[in-house]
């Protein structure tokens, strides 16, 4: 992964997208219409890691944070077990 920092998620439900399998979630910040930059990043859905394939939207342009996205996701085969990784009290 590109980035260290896992980024804490909730799925709004899954589905599938011209063959992939996908899960809608809230963006975390703003980014990038073009080149998101949470692409490559590792994210934790429900508690579940993940690394972050593509991504897909309604509309096009910059991505507003809290805006509904679908990411394109593959299991990582380490769901963090570092310790201290996930915030006390679980995903924020």
Do not use: C, W
């Amino acid at each position: 992964m590109s980035d260290p920092q896992i980024i804490f998620l909730e799925a709004f439900y899954k589905y599938g997208y011209q063959g992939r399998d996908m899960i809608a979630v809230a963006a975390p910040f703003a980014m990038s219409g073009e080149t998101p930059e949470i692409l490559g990043r590792e994210v934790a859905i429900n508690g579940d890691h993940y690394e972050v394939l593509g991504i897909s939207r309604q509309i096009s342009g910059k991505i507003h944070k809290g805006e509904p996205i679908g990411l394109e996701v593959r299991p990582t085969s380490k769901p963090s077990q570092a310790g201290g990784s996930e915030p006390a009290g679980g995903p924020a």
